[in-house]
């Protein structure tokens, strides 16, 4: 096979380009473990308001012994439960989401609280918000005609 | 190989089924920017059954009928042999037919409003996945046509180098039987029966992760005609050389195995994979922009050349010197472009961490408008600018008024997706009919939601130049004396092969070893989780 040496060349940079890259996100995935909601877990989405975690006085923000936050939250045609929420600023906060329906997702601008919302399925995220003030969590998966009419509200505030 | 053996009656079949359909979805896709920047009426399940059917036209019939109709027209050219097989060939065409109009009658009557990425538990009418399902096996005759006429070369010229058009058509036909398969998993054994009511319920983890077997590759079956045009239509319309005949083929065999087990930078935020896996795709996804490093070098490299033949000085007079004025040359210099562009919100969404900043949001259409329908639409256009003239034997209506619209489709793109991408960053859902949130983040939205209409004008424009030239090429009065198909020469002739860059046999097994390992474990471990079944829902 003829390989010209300009080819050759390309060929490093191309490799270094890639090492480069992938270096950077298999840093942060193993060194600093940042990784996307990946949790694996099923639940029967038909009994979530009869569930343990899921019922509708279950849900909301609960602040837990260690001092980080958890969000208990339900997506369902067409809103996001409960439709207001307040979170401490730069403090870790795990949000736990379920869907009595269909596919959702749900997102809040400006932040890696970026997650779908899969029937069957819990989603679990981990973040730190790093900017106060309210913020709109939308719908940002076609889960039906009113999708658009999805959203919540969601307010960062200082400790 | 005289005019008459040429398939011209079933190329010309494929392609003008994917161009009129394409020009009504060019027409919805300004349908829904108005809808959504609320310069027409508001009308929330018009919206959205738009969407579904600007998906389905775009990424399965003006795709799916271009490659089939192009590939027989290359595969007879290049080959210089009878198409094989014709009565299949075009039982092949009925049944994509078929398929495309059932899709329309569950379109049309308001019973598959799901897009096209289908989203179950949301169920559609049956006719719809049937339909989907037609145009799929249709396609994949296809496919076994390719796939026997290379082989049939091969016999009748043992150790020669089979011509790199057909390489890269058959590639894509492998690569289209290997891509294809997981959503005929998913159609066949869980979204027709779920349809029918045969079944009551529905693993949604499992449906995604099938689909997402699919979704990744299908965007190379598409890109590969215009990778194709790239290495062999353009050095030669510039007046130059490919620069390297084997770095095409390396590219083709690259797209094939690391094209397909790459799907779950699609399901990144989805909680039903693990995060090892998604980092293992993760890394398969950086190995794949390779190839397309490579096209863009070797292309760039023809040019140059063509360039400098044409008397370009200095290290960037060979760009002024090469013949703009060809349709040909100039949709492969505005594909890099959009290419390049599109490419670099790619490399964004593919971050494994940085994806949940735009995970869905309008950065993601942003990205495939630019590499679909920048890219890759653009050089089917060229193809067709340059295959005209060859089937029908009458010269292109008009080459000015092809350049004029090139240029409509690029700067169209350009204002709509730079937007998008803005759009994107500030946490835009995609696929929304309107935006009725009553929240001051919006308000930085308003703007750049009128540039788009803007931009979709001048798309739809262009997409009718396309057609009209097309169309008036058929009545022009001017012959196209040249009927020859050129296929550009390696600087370097081919004249040892090796049988791994002549083949696919060896890239197959390392594909099926690649995909067992990417793909084994994800699809079982929902035998052994248990609860998740839920059932079908309506919109």
């Known amino acids: 096979m003829h390989i010209d040496v300009l080819e050759k060349r390309w060929m490093w940079l191309v490799g270094l380009m890639v090492v480069i890259m992938l270096g950077t996100i298999f840093y942060t995935a193993l060194a600093n473990a940042v990784h996307p909601p990946s949790n694996v877990e099923t639940i029967d989405s038909t009994r979530l308001h009869l569930s343990e975690e899921f019922a509708e006085d279950k849900l909301g923000v609960e602040t837990m012994a260690d001092g980080s936050v958890r969000v208990t939250m339900v997506a369902a045609r067409y809103g996001i439960f409960p439709q207001h929420i307040e979170v401490p600023l730069k403090t870790p906060v795990t949000f736990r989401i379920a869907t009595p329906d269909v596919l959702h997702g749900l997102h809040i601008p400006f932040s890696n609280m970026d997650t779908m919302v899969i029937p069957g399925f819990v989603s679990e995220v981990t973040t730190q918000f790093q900017f106060e003030g309210e913020q709109p969590m939308f719908c940002n998966e076609y889960c039906g005609l009113g999708h658009h009419y999805m959203w919540s509200r969601v307010k960062v505030v200082a400790k | ?539």
């Open chain 2, 1 to 539: 190989m005289s005019e008459q053996h040429r398939p011209v009656g079933l190329a010309m079949a494929h392609l003008w089924v994917a161009f009129l359909t394409f020009l009504l979805a060019a027409v919805l896709g300004l349908y829904q920017v108005a809808v959504r920047a609320g310069v027409v009426p508001q009308w929330d399940e018009g919206y959205y059954i738009s969407v579904s059917a600007h998906g389905n036209i775009m990424g399965f019939v003006l795709t799916t009928f271009f490659i089939v109709g192009f590939g027989y027209y290359t595969a007879n050219t290049s080959l210089k042999r009878k198409v094989w097989a014709p009565g299949l060939a075009w039982t092949g065409w009925l049944m994509m037919m078929a398929g495309v109009l059932l899709v329309v009658f569950a379109l049309i009557t308001r019973q598959a409003t799901v897009l096209y990425t289908f989203y179950p538990p949301l169920t559609a009418h049956w006719t719809y996945y049937v339909g989907a399902a037609l145009l799929v096996v249709g396609s994949f005759l296809w496919c076994v046509i390719m796939i026997v006429m290379f082989g049939q070369w091969k016999k009748d010229n043992p150790g020669k180098p089979v011509p790199l058009a057909m390489y890269g058509t058959t590639a894509n036909a492998i690569l289209w039987l290997w891509t294809a398969t997981g959503v005929a998993l998913e159609v066949v054994f869980q979204l027709i029966p779920l349809a029918f009511g045969w079944v009551d319920t529905i693993d949604v983890g499992l449906a995604r992760t099938l689909f997402s077997w699919t979704l990744h590759p299908i965007v190379y079956f598409w890109l590969i005609p215009a990778y194709i045009a790239m290495y062999v239509f353009v050095p030669q319309a510039a007046g130059g050389r490919l620069f390297s005949d084997e770095m095409g083929r390396v590219a083709f065999i690259m797209l094939l195995v690391f094209g397909l087990p790459i799907g779950f930078h699609h399901l990144y935020v989805d909680p039903f994979q693990s995060d090892g896996y998604k980092l293992f795709h993760a890394a398969g996804t950086f190995m794949v922009a390779v190839p397309t490093l490579f096209t863009g070098f070797t292309v760039m490299a023809g040019l140059e050349i063509a360039g400098r033949l044409h008397g370009g000085k200095g290290l960037f007079g060979w760009i002024k010197a090469l013949p703009w004025e060809k349709p040909m040359v100039l949709a492969g210099g505005l594909a890099l472009l959009m290419l390049t562009a599109g490419g670099f919100g790619g490399v964004v969404n593919a971050s494994y961490a940085m994806n949940t900043m735009v995970h869905n949001t309008m950065w993601v259409p942003a990205h495939f408008h630019l590499i679909f329908g920048g890219t890759v639409v653009i050089m089917y256009f060229a193809i067709s600018y340059y295959l005209w003239p060859k089937m029908t034997g009458r010269a292109l209506f008009s080459a000015g008024m092809a350049r004029k619209q090139l240029w409509l489709w690029t700067i169209g793109m350009l204002i709509v997706t730079i937007p998008w991408h803005w759009l994107g960053l500030l946490g835009v859902p995609r696929r929304t009919a309107w935006v009725p949130y009553d929240h001051p983040l919006v308000e930085q939205w308003t703007s750049s939601q009128y540039i788009m209409v803007f931009g979709a004008i001048l798309l739809v424009l262009s997409a009718l130049l396309f057609i009209i030239n097309l169309l008036m090429t058929h009545m022009n009065s001017a012959r196209e004396d040249n009927r020859e198909v050129e296929y550009a020469e390696p600087i370097h002739p081919v004249l040892n092969i090796s049988k791994s860059l002549n083949g696919f046999a060896i890239w197959n097994w390392i594909l099926l070893v690649y995909m067992v390992a990417a793909f084994a474990y994800p699809i079982l471990q929902f035998w052994m989780l248990s609860g998740q079944d839920v059932m079908a829902w309506g919109w």
